[in-house]
């Protein structure tokens, strides 16, 4: 399962997605640190992670 989520992260599109959403869960960085890394209002982190999500959970719904 984790290769599958590390596959998953890997095909997010746009990039700023996979970015985000690793330095969220896989760098335990906060949205305030992402925001400042990728110079990006916390709004856009916010919202860049939540589609990320989305994507994931389409992309991993064979899992259940």
């Not at 590390?6 to 906060?30: D, F, G, M, T």
């Amino acid at each position: 399962q984790q290769a599958a989520l590390r596959r998953a992260v890997n095909i997010l599109n746009p990039p700023e997605y996979k970015q985000a959403i690793a330095a969220c869960y896989w760098r335990c960085l906060s949205y305030e640190q992402i925001a400042k890394e990728m110079d990006k209002p916390i709004n856009t982190i916010v919202t860049y992670i939540r589609r990320a999500k989305s994507q994931l959970k389409g992309e991993l719904s064979w899992l259940q």
